[in-house]
């Protein structure tokens, strides 16, 4: 069965950094699309970062491009975003997904996605 599980949210001052993990279970996520998305409440899903199957090009949303990464670590089956520069509109349940056959920018859309996890809370507060 293909689960995936967040962890890593917390809670981290303005300016701040903190690193999310999506780890895979029962797929290799090496050759699966992942992507993350987060929802503040009262705001629709949004698409923050993705990679899709074919290759490792990434795709960012224009309101994270130049502060979160996304990485594999395919020697652990995990995918990480490392966030840096937080803002106060960054605060959001995050959530990975993953489909096996996503190719270029499709990969943030979500109803592209077929595997979702749980979603990881993240404060950004001084």
């Known amino acids: 069965q293909v689960q995936v599980v967040e962890s890593g949210g917390g809670l981290v001052q303005p300016g701040g950094s903190l690193r999310l993990s999506c780890a895979g279970s029962g797929f290799t996520l090496e050759t699966y699309a992942i992507g993350w998305f987060r929802q503040a409440p009262g705001k629709e899903r949004e698409g923050v970062a993705c990679m899709s199957s074919s290759d490792d090009t990434r795709y960012y949303a224009d309101s994270v491009l130049g502060r979160f990464t996304i990485s594999r670590d395919n020697a652990k089956n995990t995918v990480h975003l490392q966030m840096d520069s937080l803002k106060p509109e960054d605060p959001a349940v995050y959530y990975c997904?993953?489909?096996?056959?996503?190719?270029?920018?499709?990969?943030?859309?979500?109803?592209?996605?077929?595997?979702w996890g749980q979603g990881t809370l993240v404060t950004v507060s001084s």
């Open positions: 997904a993953t489909a096996r056959y996503l190719f270029g920018s499709t990969c943030l859309r979500e109803e592209y996605l077929e595997v």
